[in-house]
């Protein structure tokens, strides 16, 4: 089995910063991607920012400039730079692991972690 760690989540002022980081440990063959969500009540989990195995990134428009995802492949460990953090910033971050099957039959599995809120407020 495959367990996702999540930290770094907290309460800061707009403009503010944090780091969020994500440990993947377990059953791990071949990582395909690694991704920040978020998600608000009442509202769909949105993507926030991704990187590939082969460090490819792509980030929801809302953060560009201001978000950074990056990935210690030694470590299994995906990291969220958040930078100039805006109220409509706050929600509860989600990783998410997506594998490549060890059997080798092309199927991908997913994985989320546990979530941790990101509040920015003054």
């Known amino acids: 089995q495959v367990q996702l760690v999540e930290s770094g989540g907290g309460l800061v002022q707009p403009g503010g910063s944090l780091r969020l980081s994500c440990a993947a440990s377990?059953?791990?063959?071949?990582?395909?991607?690694m991704g920040w969500y978020r998600q608000t009540p009442g509202k769909e989990r949105e993507l926030v920012a991704a990187?590939?195995?082969?460090?490819?990134?792509a980030y929801r428009d809302s953060v560009k400039g201001r978000f950074t995802i990056s990935r210690d492949n030694a470590k299994n460990t995906v990291y969220l730079q958040m930078n100039s953090l805006k109220p409509e910033d706050t929600a509860v971050y989600y990783c998410?692991?997506?594998?490549?099957?060890?059997?080798?039959?092309?199927?991908?599995?997913?994985?989320w972690g546990q979530g941790t809120q990101v509040t920015v407020s003054s």
């Open positions: 377990g059953n791990i063959f071949s990582i395909n991607a």
């Open positions: 998410k692991l997506i594998l490549r099957s060890r059997s080798g039959d092309g199927n991908l599995l997913y994985y």
């Open positions: 990187v590939t195995n082969e460090g490819s990134t």
